[in-house]
């Protein structure tokens, strides 16, 4: 326990680290290319011809083009590099899969077209208690309960044998084939993918932090995996925000304290 415990915790001050120097290399970048004539922050709101606007345009060009582009290049490095590890059967994905969301709502997503509903569901069956899931993974049942607020719904597959080898193994979803999806995924120390999360989650970590500070995309949440947010850890985020005073769109750049978690 104390070493999942240890590995979060390490991953959470990681995180913070990161996402501080992140937010301090976008704004070097945006007062970078900032106008000579410009007196104003990134925030101010500018004539529609000014060189403020102009500079507010560029700076969501940059953000959302340059430095996204470069990122999903390297995020894209980081899964092919999984191709060189392969699974050691434990089975505790298998085991041992938990969503936020109850076996109601998950049906309702699907039924709502909700692709990883659909194939989570075509898998995973609800345990019918906490208890019958704690047998599986003890240790990652007690952090969940010690740092997860909301609650969380246990599952597992029925069509795993009892030698721990899946019984439809060549029709297998998606989801199962790209497990693990991302190296922040807490695996437990029998997983064959240790190593590849091991050696690739420090550089994926910063990568999500700078993405993060564009606004592009959240952080990761998947089954088999908790949150990593910091409350007291600024986001930039771009937005394109409607002023309605006349009714015109404008570029704004936000920064929100990230929820709690």
Request: hydrophobic fraction near 30%; include cysteine; charged fraction near 30%.
């Amino acid at each position: 326990m104390e070493n999942l415990k240890s590995n979060l915790e390490n991953q959470r001050t990681k995180y913070r680290e990161y996402f501080t120097k992140s937010v301090a290399e976008i704004q070097k970048r945006i007062d970078k290319i900032k106008p000579l004539d410009v007196q104003e922050d990134i925030f101010a709101d500018f004539d529609a011809e000014s060189s403020g606007k102009k500079w507010q345009t560029e700076v969501l060009q940059m953000l959302e083009n340059d430095i996204s582009k470069d990122i999903y290049l390297k995020f894209r490095e980081i899964l092919s590099k999984r191709s060189n590890y392969t699974c050691s059967g434990c089975a505790t994905c298998c085991n041992l899969a938990c969503s936020e969301f109850s076996p109601e709502e998950l049906q309702r997503r699907a039924q709502n077209g909700d692709n990883f509903a659909q194939q989570f569901l075509s898998v995973f069956v609800p345990y019918s208690s906490r208890e019958e899931a704690r047998k599986v993974y003890p240790q990652y049942i007690e952090l969940l309960e010690q740092t997860k607020e909301d609650e969380v719904y246990f599952y597992h597959c029925p069509k795993l044998t009892e030698d721990k080898r899946c019984s439809d193994y060549e029709n297998r979803p998606q989801i199962c084939r790209d497990f693990p999806d991302n190296p922040l995924t807490l695996l437990p120390a029998s997983c064959g993918f240790c190593r590849w999360k091991k050696e690739n989650e420090e550089i994926y970590m910063l990568d999500i932090c700078l993405l993060g500070t564009g606004g592009m995309m959240p952080l990761p949440y998947r089954w088999l995996k908790i949150k990593y947010r910091c409350n007291y850890v600024y986001i930039i985020r771009i937005k394109l925000s409607r002023n309605r005073k006349n009714n015109r769109r404008t570029s704004r750049i936000k920064i929100q304290s990230a929820p709690n978690s």
